[in-house]
């Protein structure tokens, strides 16, 4: 995939121009720092778009536009992926006292249906990945996210993950925040996503989502190998993640 790109700063959002195949595409960073986004009605077309994708099982309202920035990728005005970045700090406590690092959490990753397998989700990770670094660099600076067994696409959207470099893993109930005020949990007790797949037994945490997390200097710094069985193991891991978020859910409600 040939493409050419060129950076438009403006004054709450930075757009980049992407042209290929003959079609040019708008990679979009609304800065939530520059209160880029006004309204939930100004978002509408483009989530609406995205609670098909989620099944109506999301919930937009303004606050979310306060403390995360939004990155689209547009053909014309259709949307052609998008996703969310809420900045948190980690804090890890240890032997030598408390240590932070900042972090910067994936949500609502989604591409339509019309435009999947196409790359179009790593393009804007890139994206996104790469804006967050010229702003804060390397150091001491993390990504994360976390699998849904609700998004069908995960199983294809685990192997692009991992070989971006997203390898550590862990169950959650709901998202990798969870680990944010006990980072050193998570350094100790993660273990390699593609273990967790093919072995039962492998992975600490509690509820039926899986935290991942990369270091920003190891974000597709080199070519991670994928084993041959990554998809069906995945698909098989989301079998898991809805066993486990029943028990977790069924546990713990009322």
Same mark, same amino acid.
């Given at each position: 995939?040939?493409?050419?790109? %060129? /950076?438009? @700063?403006?004054?709450?959002?930075?757009? #980049?121009?992407?042209? &290929?195949?003959?079609?040019?595409?708008? *990679? $979009?960073?609304?800065?939530?720092?520059?209160?880029?986004?006004?309204?939930?009605?100004?978002?509408?077309?483009?989530?609406?778009?995205?609670?098909?994708?989620?099944?109506?099982?999301?919930?937009?309202?303004?606050?979310?536009?306060?403390?995360?920035?939004?990155?689209?990728?547009?053909?014309?005005?259709?949307?052609?992926?998008?996703?969310?970045?809420?900045?948190? %700090? /980690?804090? @890890?406590?240890?032997?030598?006292?408390? #240590?932070?690092?900042? &972090?910067?959490?994936?949500?609502?990753? *989604? $591409?339509?249906?019309?435009?999947?397998?196409?790359?179009?989700?790593?393009?804007?990770?890139?994206?996104?990945?790469?804006?967050?670094?010229?702003?804060?660099?390397?150091?001491?600076?993390?990504?994360?996210?976390?699998?849904?067994?609700?998004?069908?696409?995960?199983?294809?959207?685990?192997?692009?993950?991992?070989?971006?470099?997203?390898?550590?893993?862990?169950?959650?109930?709901?998202?990798?925040?969870?680990?944010?005020?006990?980072?050193?949990?998570?350094?100790?007790?993660?273990?390699?996503?593609?273990?967790?797949?093919?072995?039962?037994?492998?992975?600490?945490?509690?509820?039926?989502?899986?935290?991942?997390?990369?270091?920003?200097?190891?974000?597709?710094?080199?070519?991670?190998?994928?084993?041959?069985?990554?998809?069906?193991?995945?698909?098989?891991?989301?079998?898991?993640?809805?066993?486990?978020?029943?028990?977790?859910?069924?546990?713990?409600?009322?």
């Amino acid at each position: 995939m040939r493409l050419l790109w %060129i /950076l438009l @700063e403006m004054t709450n959002c930075a757009i #980049r121009m992407l042209r &290929n195949g003959g079609i040019e595409y708008r *990679c $979009v960073k609304l800065d939530c720092n520059r209160s880029a986004v006004q309204s939930v009605k100004q978002m509408k077309p483009h989530l609406e778009t995205i609670d098909k994708i989620f099944k109506g099982n999301v919930l937009f309202n303004y606050s979310t536009y306060n403390n995360t920035h939004i990155f689209m990728l547009l053909n014309g005005t259709e949307l052609v992926a998008y996703l969310e970045l809420k900045p948190t %700090i /980690l804090v @890890e406590r240890g032997w030598r006292g408390k #240590r932070t690092y900042k &972090n910067f959490t994936f949500y609502m990753v *989604c $591409v339509p249906e019309k435009y999947r397998r196409k790359g179009f989700c790593k393009i804007l990770m890139d994206f996104a990945v790469k804006s967050t670094i010229s702003e804060n660099g390397t150091k001491d600076v993390f990504f994360s996210m976390h699998l849904n067994s609700e998004d069908l696409s995960a199983p294809v959207s685990a192997k692009t993950y991992y070989q971006l470099g997203f390898r550590r893993a862990m169950w959650a109930r709901y998202s990798f925040e969870e680990y944010i005020h006990s980072f050193e949990n998570f350094r100790k007790n993660s273990v390699d996503l593609y273990e967790l797949m093919k072995d039962e037994t492998k992975g600490s945490g509690t509820g039926g989502m899986v935290a991942l997390c990369c270091e920003a200097k190891d974000y597709a710094s080199k070519k991670w190998p994928v084993p041959e069985n990554f998809y069906e193991l995945g698909r098989s891991l989301m079998t898991r993640m809805d066993a486990r978020r029943r028990t977790y859910d069924s546990t713990f409600s009322g």
